[in-house]
């Protein structure tokens, strides 16, 4: 499966967002997923097999419970795939920083 198939699932995505703040367990993963999206927890355990196998997560055992984190390294793939993209919004990008910075110092001087 693509890198980009795999993110683009919404609860895939979710679940990695979970991940990055750090490590959790299956069910913590599940009570969110199941509640923001209204599935089963098959479906998640699904999701999760998805994101193991895909080498997007990685999984340990800690006595009954599976805990989850992300592996970066897919997402370094992605983000070196990204790379020859980012011409198109970096610009745009810094010119929205002066802009928001020319608009605080402009604020700064007004109330002074």
Same mark, same amino acid.
């Given at each position: 499966?693509?890198?980009?198939?795999?993110?683009?699932?919404?609860?895939?995505?979710?679940?990695? $967002?979970?991940?990055?703040?750090?490590?959790?367990?299956?069910?913590?993963?599940?009570?969110?997923?199941?509640?923001?999206?209204?599935?089963?927890?098959?479906?998640?355990?699904?999701?999760?097999?998805?994101?193991? $196998? @895909?080498?997007?997560?990685?999984?340990?055992? $800690?006595? @009954?419970?599976?805990?989850?984190?992300?592996?970066? *390294?897919?997402?370094?793939?992605?983000?070196?795939?990204?790379?020859?993209?980012?011409?198109?919004? @970096?610009?745009?990008?810094?010119?929205? *920083? @002066?802009?928001?910075?020319?608009?605080?110092?402009?604020?700064?001087?007004?109330? $002074?």
């Amino acid at each position: 499966m693509h890198a980009f198939d795999v993110l683009g699932d919404p609860v895939r995505r979710r679940i990695l $967002e979970l991940l990055a703040d750090g490590e959790r367990s299956s069910g913590e993963v599940t009570a969110v997923i199941r509640e923001e999206f209204g599935i089963s927890q098959p479906a998640v355990s699904q999701h999760l097999k998805v994101l193991r $196998e @895909t080498g997007f997560a990685v999984v340990r055992a $800690e006595g @009954t419970r599976r805990l989850y984190a992300v592996d970066s *390294a897919p997402l370094r793939e992605v983000d070196a795939w990204l790379d020859r993209f980012r011409r198109f919004w @970096t610009p745009h990008l810094d010119a929205l *920083a @002066t802009e928001i910075a020319r608009g605080r110092r402009a604020r700064r001087r007004n109330q $002074e």
